[in-house]
């Protein structure tokens, strides 16, 4: 994914990087050897896209937002999120269960959220069917690191229980392993344009034999401002359980989610895949989890050869009976662990067994009993490295799972001022080489509210985080998981000096 674009342009440095859209200005000229080091600036203009949240009329929505404090940031300073204009797989004004047009708010109506200083989560919500796709922005202080999390509770029918999703930044390229076509599933890619052109994306799925055909997901125009969600099941008659989701932007850039609705299994929202990469890590298996599900794909010409290993609390483990993973070239493969965890707190950590060959992967995780089960999704993701932020945490009902697959690390984990009252709380703690560890989550003292948790690597190896939010609700154990890739706060600024003999023959 093109996440970072650099130019020189006349001795003038522009750089735009991404937890979103952001922008920096050149230093000065200083007189510094051009050769020196990257200077490490805040990022001042961060763009964050959310999916619209549900179909139901049973659905409740809670929007928060939360920038961390980030040293020499200036004082001024922005951010909200507004709705963007939903829009049908066809091009017109979706429609509501009537047959007439959904009242949704417009994009220049009142913002659903206005965050007002960094250090502090800030609210909203929405109810019903009709929510739309919301497009943010965040400018000045508090643009470093900027996260919004989006969490819906659906009471009951198609993907009842706990909804959750990490806005995110737009991009060009997503993967999404562990969607289906199936019957028993309804699974949607929403596509979300902030920009003020029209987007042009590319839908592909990948079956276990290889590339489903369909020319519907072809040329799929986004239009500015807009959302468009995608029905899989509409892109192909071909009904496969498990399908590895490319979406490709022609021209343009989108935010892209994949919402997964199971007529049994609840449902959840599958986040984009860490990039192609011959080593993955998948973190924070939960430790009730009754049945977990390893989806892997390769995009390259050469099949992968995997070994999957278990981080637990004491140590690697490999699962018995599944010790490898066979990953045919442009096929998606599965491989069911079952309740690998057995108990304990547990990460997938995959490494190629020969030679490296890059992958895509995520797991279906499904917790409780009977008829009475809910799902989430784990994708493979970027570490921790300087900081990464999750929003929407409650006195209860909170796990943060740390993993350090290769070396011993410490973390400082905050939690920050509650969104309606409370003192910031920080711990720092130990994750040694190879292990899992679900650590005691600091609490803002005098909480009200929600809160956001701000996870630091301090020393030593990467670290790979998620956070997991539980409510049960009629006995249903409402669950979802959302990973803490690096927030990219902070961008790498080259030091550019004023050379005149370049225009000298």
Request: proline share 8%.
């Amino acid at each position: 994914m093109n996440r970072t674009t650099l130019s020189l342009i006349a001795g003038v440095t522009a750089l735009a990087a991404v937890t979103g859209f952001a922008a920096l200005t050149s230093p000065d000229a200083s007189g510094a050897d051009t050769a020196e080091a990257a200077a490490q600036r805040p990022v001042e203009r961060t763009t964050l896209l959310c999916p619209a949240p549900s179909l139901s009329d049973l659905a409740d929505t809670a929007y928060t937002s939360f920038t961390p404090v980030t040293q020499g940031v200036p004082g001024a300073g922005a951010a909200e999120l507004r709705a963007a204009a939903e829009q049908s797989t066809d091009g017109t004004a979706g429609k509501d269960k009537k047959g007439g047009k959904k009242k949704a708010p417009a994009a220049n109506g009142k913002p659903v959220l206005t965050p007002k200083q960094p250090g502090t989560p800030a609210t909203g919500e929405a109810s019903g069917a009709n929510a739309p796709a919301l497009i943010g922005t965040a400018t000045g202080r508090l643009a470093p690191g900027w996260t919004v999390q989006q969490t819906t509770e659906v009471a009951a029918g198609n993907g009842r229980g706990l909804q959750g999703v990490n806005c995110t930044a737009p991009d060009t390229e997503f993967w999404f392993p562990g969607a289906s076509t199936a019957a028993d599933r309804t699974d949607y890619v929403h596509l979300t344009n902030p920009d003020d052109s029209a987007a042009v994306a590319d839908i592909e799925l990948y079956g276990k034999d290889g590339a489903i055909k369909s020319t519907v997901g072809e040329g799929i125009t986004v239009p500015p401002h807009s959302s468009e969600p995608i029905l899989l099941s509409t892109l192909t008659d071909d009904r496969q359980d498990v399908v590895t989701v490319h979406v490709t932007v022609r021209s343009g850039r989108v935010g892209a989610a994949v919402q997964a609705l199971d007529a049994k299994l609840g449902g959840d929202w599958l986040s984009p895949a860490a990039d192609p990469a011959p080593s993955l890590v998948l973190p924070g298996i939960p430790k009730d989890a009754v049945s977990v599900r390893l989806v892997a794909f390769t995009p390259g010409a050469s099949d992968a050869d995997l070994k999957v290993r278990l981080a637990s609390p004491s140590g690697p483990i490999t699962p018995a009976g599944n010790e490898t993973l066979h990953v045919k070239s442009g096929m998606t493969s599965v491989l069911d662990l079952g309740d690998v965890t057995r108990g304990e707190a547990g990460s997938l950590v995959l490494t190629p067994t020969d030679r490296a060959v890059p992958v895509v992967a995520a797991l279906r995780v499904v917790r409780g009993k009977g008829d009475k089960q809910e799902t989430a999704f784990i994708p493979a993701t970027a570490p921790v490295g300087t900081r990464a932020t999750v929003a929407d945490n409650s006195a209860k009902g909170t796990t943060l799972s740390l993993t350090a697959p290769t070396a011993t690390a410490q973390v400082k984990v905050t939690a920050s001022a509650g969104s309606e009252g409370g003192a910031a709380a920080t711990q720092t703690y130990t994750v040694k080489a190879g292990t899992t560890q679900d650590v005691p989550v600091p609490v803002p003292a005098g909480l009200k509210g929600t809160y956001a948790l701000t996870v630091e690597t301090v020393s030593g190896g990467p670290v790979y985080a998620s956070r997991m939010l539980a409510a049960t609700e009629e006995g249903v154990p409402g669950f979802t998981i959302q990973t803490l890739p690096n927030d990219r706060g902070t961008v790498a600024v080259p030091q550019a000096d004023e050379d005149l003999s370049v225009l000298q023959k």
